[in-house]
T-cell receptor, first 112, second 111 residues
Framework: DGGITQSPKYLFRKEGQNVTLSCEQN?????MYWYRQDPGQGLRLIYY???????QKGDIAEGYSVSREKKESFPLTVTSAQKNPTAFYLC???????????FGNGTRLTVT | DAKTTQPPSMDCAEGRAANLPCNHS???????VYWYRQIHSQGPQYIIH???NNETNEMASLIITEDRKSSTLILPHATLRDTAVYYC????????????FGPGTRLSVLP
């Protein structure tokens, strides 16, 4: 079945380490997104990409980096510069026109 | 900032219809209304979307007022599994328009 796969589901890291979260989609969608969610809060946009080899900062891009070398993949790196990296990270994609956003099941990152 | 306003929480009795309101008084002519829900610790699930006509699918119905300044998501027979946070979003299909999520409405379906 088509969908978005995020891995791993849970991730633990020590403070000061960079960590990369995986996001793969087989929906043939052009646009991909990364959101962050903190407990009891809504979703905040980190980065998005409308096309391969191009991406834009969202509202809270500081301390994060992304790449879009393939249409299917949009990995997110949480760098040591991100001051509060512990959060629930959600990847999403959408097709053309008024297509809805489809989400993966998220990665819960804990940094201690 | 989100372009929509929703009540922070609502209760509904199991088996009854759940009517979730959303205000989007500044909606533009090319903006669609989308509804999602999120169960704890899962990714948001797409429910339904529409432009100006009422829409219905296997999950819910979307009623958009004639002036398009508000809409209502209707779950016709709510079950305990419908307990979730429901998000109403408006988005144009223009290149670069993103989905902006507000805090949503926490719906509790009570037995």
């Amino acid at each position: 079945d088509g969908g978005i796969t995020q891995s791993p589901k849970y991730l633990f890291r020590k403070e000061g380490q960079n960590v990369t979260l995986s996001c793969e989609q087989n929906l043939n969608h052009d646009a991909m997104y990364w959101y962050r969610q903190d407990p009891g809060q809504g979703l905040r946009l980190i980065y998005y990409s409308q096309i391969v080899n191009d991406f834009q900062k969202g509202d809270i891009a500081e301390g994060y980096s992304v790449s879009r070398e393939k249409k299917e993949s949009f990995p997110l790196t949480v760098t040591s510069a991100q001051k509060n990296p512990t959060a629930f990270y959600l990847c999403a994609s959408t097709g053309q026109g008024n297509s809805p956003l489809h989400f993966g099941n998220g990665t819960r990152l804990t940094v201690t | 900032d989100a372009k929509t306003t929703q009540p922070p929480s609502m209760d509904c009795a199991e088996g009854r219809a759940a009517n979730l309101p959303c205000n989007h008084s500044t909606i533009s002519g090319n903006e669609y209304v989308y509804w999602y829900r999120q169960i704890h610790s899962q990714g948001p699930q797409y429910i339904i979307h529409g432009l100006k006509n009422n829409e219905t699918n296997e999950m819910a119905s979307l009623i958009i007022t004639e002036d398009r300044k508000s809409s209502t998501l209707i779950l016709p027979h709510a079950t305990l599994r419908d307990t979730a946070v429901y998000y109403c979003i408006v988005r144009a299909i223009n290149y670069g328009q993103n989905f902006v999520f507000g805090p949503g409405t926490r719906l509790s379906v009570l037995p």
